[in-house]
């Protein structure tokens, strides 16, 4: 019986076991290694106070990769749990010029906001710009050449402050955002690639079809029951407080060493963890194993015992031009009212720190806590105190696919290859930092096993 070694418990670790354990039954022997206490890594679901807070993921979007974590929700039994989000949440608000101003839901809205100044215009002229000549780019130089100055400023800096914490000036956006790369090279222009998508596979099941109606979905108990629920399923693969410190590679096997713990041989083997850990168990065979940079972050999440929030939505963003160390807030009690736990309260996620703000991981909780709430009174015009503030920082948090992301990861494949064909790695610092893209790659690295 072979050997299969997986470094990591977190939701790209755990889902490769899941997949591989189904795929090949009892003839595998898999073991995941987990330095931590507990599996799951950045999916945390907490409950403080009688409130239901996410310390990492809040959700999934439908699009894109979401396919496959529908399916995944699907083969764990899991549809029972899974919950859409509010119809309210569809709408947005950017916080610019010291005020909350409301993203328009529609074309009559979008005619008379002050926000969309140029918007149609600029919409309208990105149909019409010629592609471009596919060489890399960051997310500024794509999104101005595409739609200029004032749409890049006002909608795409917040959007992706509000997904990879980090700045367009620096990000690759065919590693950040390769759909709408690819959106140019074969449509010619994102938005006739928006308008010629398809919504879903029509061979999907009838549950994956109804939910890819829906914008972004999460559990009624939290994201947390996706991960525990196959921590479940993999409760005798699973070896917590067992921390990989070093990877020795024979002519036929792969040996991982650890700390205060025996040796384990395996015939292959996938790492699924941090790519600054996987850096430091490669070191002595690769001394200049390419790395990928990361942003840090901080989060307060403020609870309150009755409805305080002035409007519905899903939260508001906000421009680096603001220079705010707060990147912006998610109104989860508005997104997600099935996780409330009483029928009038408030959730509220206060993201802090990333790439513009290095320095709020090095904050006290303290601290975060006061500018926290100093944020919400501003920004939301609520002056009530807090019945619940819980502070979480992550250091190396989120990766960031700086230009040059792509060539990167090809040669740390190169390298590893060299290394040994069973030897693999996977996870959020390398292909895709959504849940949604961990869940896909576990399903292609399945899928490509031919016994191992």
Not at 13 to 27: E, V
Not at 197 to 210: G, I, L, M, N, T
Not at 271 to 300: M, Q, R, W, Y
Not at 345 to 353: A, F, I, K, N, P
């Amino acid at each position: 019986m072979k050997t299969i070694g997986i470094i990591g418990a977190g939701i790209s670790g755990l889902t490769l076991a899941y997949l591989l354990k189904k795929k090949f039954g009892n003839s595998l022997n898999i073991k995941i290694f987990e330095g931590n206490s507990f599996p799951g890594g950045c999916i945390q679901t907490v409950h403080d106070a009688g409130f239901l807070f996410e310390l990492g993921p809040r959700s999934c979007r439908s699009a894109g990769n979401g396919r496959y974590t529908l399916r995944l929700i699907e083969e764990l039994s899991l549809t029972e749990e899974i919950i859409s989000a509010d119809k309210s949440s569809r709408k947005k608000f950017i916080y610019r010029d010291e005020k909350l101003q409301a993203l328009p839901a529609g074309i009559f809205g979008a005619l008379f906001s002050p926000l969309m100044k140029g918007v149609p215009k600029a919409l309208l002229r990105e149909l019409f710009i010629p592609k471009g000549s596919g060489s890399e780019e960051t997310i500024e130089q794509f999104m101005v050449r595409r739609f200029g100055r004032y749409m890049t400023d006002t909608f795409i800096d917040p959007m992706t402050l509000g997904i990879y914490a980090g700045k367009i000036a620096e990000l690759s956006m065919k590693a950040c955002f390769p759909l709408l790369h690819t959106y140019e090279q074969i449509n010619g222009s994102i938005m006739k690639g928006v308008f010629s998508r398809k919504k879903c596979d029509v061979s999907s099941s009838e549950f994956v079809r109804k939910f890819c109606k829906e914008p972004i979905f999460s559990f009624r108990n939290g994201m947390q029951t996706l991960t525990d629920t196959l921590a479940k399923h993999l409760k005798n693969e699973l070896f917590l407080k067992k921390t990989a410190d070093n990877i020795t590679f024979k002519k036929e096997k792969i040996i991982v060493s650890f700390k205060n713990h025996e040796p384990e041989e395996c015939d292959s083997l996938f790492a699924a963890c941090p790519g600054e850990h996987l850096a430091e168990l490669l070191k002595e065979d690769i001394p200049n194993f390419p790395s990928v940079e990361t942003a840090s972050v901080a989060l307060a999440c403020v609870g309150y015992k009755k409805q305080v929030l002035p409007n519905k939505g899903f939260g508001h963003l906000i421009p680096s031009s603001e220079k705010n160390p707060v990147l912006g807030m998610v109104w989860d009690s508005s997104v997600f009212p099935q996780q409330n736990k009483r029928p009038d309260e408030t959730r509220l996620s206060v993201m802090t720190g990333g790439s513009l703000f290095p320095g709020m991981i090095d904050m006290s909780e303290k601290e975060i806590e006061i500018l926290a709430i100093k944020a919400v009174k501003e920004q939301l015009n609520i002056t009530e105190i807090p019945d619940s503030i819980t502070i979480y920082k992550r250091k190396n948090a989120i990766p960031q696919y700086t230009i040059g992301h792509m060539d990167r990861i090809k040669k740390m494949e190169e390298h590893v290859k060299n290394l040994s064909p069973h030897f693999s790695f996977l996870g959020w610092n390398y292909y895709g930092v959504s849940v949604n893209d961990c869940i896909a790659q576990a399903y292609h690295l399945t899928e490509h096993q031919r016994g191992i």
